[in-house]
């Protein structure tokens, strides 16, 4: 089933319902953990999971974590969910997503999440693979493409359906030089064939809810599912807003700088996400994503709280 239809279907019926994302394993690895993560969660009727892409080091050249198409085709064959892939326009030709978009459109995936992707670790900005997009707008405009059958070097008939999903960013995405421009960019991926966004996390219900706001201002009306991440370590004070360019709200962080260890933090962040869980809900939106980032007892604690 395609995303857009589940989350229509979430807005028919007014039934909010929840998504998370899983991590490929590292190489070596196997599937037992993120099978069991699964195991966790899915009792409580997640809409859908995704999986997240993960790019090369600039310094060895090598992937940690490949197998997104593999595990995503697993897990839906295994557990039923619909499964939604990330695909990322970083270190890869368009050749290679080609090739990626064809297995999976083999493997009767109907979903993915398109994204630039970030600058791979050891480089000083985002630079695209010389055969590559720039941006996420060029990879959408080619699965879109695709759907229609144009591929990159001939027309077919054996076309594939895909839903495809991008990224919104309620703080502003780091490199942008302003939210205007930010938003004007994020309606271009609409625009150019992406069906619903999913936003960055963030702590801050007005800041979600104002940003919904200012894309239905810009003239974007499709679906906006929201992002949050339970904060699980009293290193996330740091790490999160670094990398992902995101504020923690002062009663949080004063929360958290007031716990002796870790399993206390756990307890502040799902109690904070439960809050803006239930706050999402009220407002009326179809579907919360949790950055569970692999981990999923807090997320089931969260949604068993509600
Ligand atoms: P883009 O939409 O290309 O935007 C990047 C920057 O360029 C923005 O500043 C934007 O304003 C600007 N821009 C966009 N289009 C244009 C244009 N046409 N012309 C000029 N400027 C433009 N990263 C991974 O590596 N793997 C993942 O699995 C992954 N999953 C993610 C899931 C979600 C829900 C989110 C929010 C992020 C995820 N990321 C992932 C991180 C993401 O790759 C980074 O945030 C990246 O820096 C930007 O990706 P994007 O798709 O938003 O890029």
Redesign the pocket.
């Known amino acids: 089933m395609k995303v857009i239809d589940i989350i229509r279907e979430a807005e028919r019926t007014g039934k909010t319902r929840f998504t998370f994302e899983l991590l490929p394993p590292l190489k070596g690895d196997g599937t037992g953990a993120i099978f069991e993560a699964i195991e966790t969660l899915a009792p409580l009727d997640p809409a859908y999971i995704?999986v997240?892409?993960?790019?090369e080091d600039a310094t060895h050249r090598r992937r940690q974590r490949p197998g997104t198409v593999g595990i995503s085709a697993a897990i839906e064959r295994r557990f039923g969910i619909e499964t939604v892939p990330?695909l990322?326009c970083?270190g890869l030709s368009k050749y290679d997503i080609e090739d990626a978009l064809i297995d999976l459109h083999f493997l009767g995936m109907h979903n993915v999440?398109?994204?630039?992707?970030?600058r791979a670790r050891g480089e000083a900005r985002?630079s695209p693979h010389p055969e590559g997009h720039a941006?996420?707008?060029g990879l959408v405009r080619q699965i879109a493409d695709m759907n229609r059958g144009q591929l990159l070097d001939r027309v077919t008939d054996c076309q594939s359906t895909f839903c495809i999903g991008?990224?919104?960013?309620p703080e502003g995405?780091?490199?942008?030089p302003s939210p205007d421009?930010?938003m004007a960019?994020?309606k271009?991926?609409v625009e150019a064939g992406a069906e619903y966004i999913?936003?960055?996390m963030s702590f801050d219900n007005g800041a979600i809810l104002d940003f919904i706001a200012r894309a239905r201002n810009a003239g974007i009306e499709v679906p906006i599912v929201v992002?949050i991440k339970p904060l699980a370590t009293a290193a996330h004070l740091e790490i999160l807003p670094s990398t992902f360019a995101v504020s923690l709200p002062d009663e949080l962080v004063s929360e958290v700088r007031k716990c002796r260890d870790n399993a206390s933090v756990r307890q502040v962040g799902v109690e904070w996400a439960t809050m803006q869980a239930r706050g999402l809900r009220k407002a009326g939106l179809p579907i919360v994503?949790f950055y569970s980032m692999g981990r999923t007892d807090n997320i089931r604690q969260i949604w068993e709280g509600l």
């Not at 991008?166 to 960013?169: E, I, K, L, P, T």
């Not at 995405?173 to 942008?176: D, F, N, R, Y």
């Open positions: 995704n997240t892409f993960h790019r990330h990322i970083g999440l398109a994204l630039r992707g970030d985002f941006h996420a707008e991008v990224a919104g960013y995405h780091a490199e942008s421009e930010d960019n994020l271009r991926k999913v936003t960055q992002g994503h």
